[in-house]
C-alpha cells in the first residue's frame, strides 16, 4: 500500500509539474494593428491601394458617362463589352499588385519579429489576443521595420 501511494504522489506531482511548465515560458506580445498603422511601408502600400482604387473608380465613371452618351444600342453594347474587359483587367492587376505588397510586408513584419525575439521568448502573441502581458515587443519590432525613424 505505502508503494501504491508513493507512485500515486509521483504521477500526480508529474501531472502537475507538466501543468505548469507551460505558465513559466517567456512570453512577448506584438501590436500587430499598431505595426502596420505606423509601419512606413504599409503607410505606402495603403497610399498606392487608394489612388489605384481611385484611378479605377475613375475609369469606370469615364465609361457610364461615355455609355450614357451613346446613341447607337450596337456602339453602347460594343463599348460596354469593351469597358467591361478593361475595368476588369484593371481590377484584376489591381489586387495582385495589392497581395503581393501584402505578402511583402507581412514577411516584413514576421522577419522583424523573429530578429527582435532572437531565441529571447518562447511565445509571442498579437497583443488583441492576452489580457496581460508585461513584455510588449510593438517599439521594438516598429524601430526595426523602420530603421532609425523614430517611432512615436
Given amino acids: 500500500m505505502n508503494l501504491f501511494k508513493k507512485i500515486s504522489i509521483s504521477f500526480s506531482f508529474l501531472a502537475v509539474l ?15 494593428d499598431r505595426v502596420l498603422f505606423e509601419y512606413s511601408k504599409a503607410k505606402t502600400a495603403a497610399e498606392q491601394f487608394k489612388t489605384q482604387e481611385e484611378s479605377l473608380q475613375k475609369t469606370l465613371i469615364e465609361a457610364q458617362k461615355k ?19 478593361k475595368l476588369k483587367e484593371q481590377a484584376e492587376k489591381i489586387k495582385t499588385e ?6 511583402e510586408i507581412e514577411a516584413d513584419v514576421f522577419a522583424a519579429i523573429d530578429k527582435v525575439n532572437n531565441g529571447k521568448y518562447d511565445l509571442i502573441l498579437k497583443k488583441s489576443a492576452t489580457i496581460y502581458c508585461p513584455n510588449d515587443i510593438t517599439e521594438e519590432v516598429l524601430k526595426r521595420l523602420n530603421g532609425s525613424k523614430t517611432v512615436k
Avoid: H, R
Fill in 18 to 32: 507538466l501543468l505548469v511548465t507551460p505558465a513559466f515560458a517567456l512570453t512577448a506580445t506584438v501590436d500587430v
Fill in 67 to 85: 455609355i450614357k452618351e451613346t446613341t447607337s444600342p450596337v456602339e453602347k453594347k460594343n463599348l460596354e463589352n469593351t469597358y467591361d474587359k
Fill in 98 to 103: 495589392q497581395l503581393k505588397k501584402l505578402q
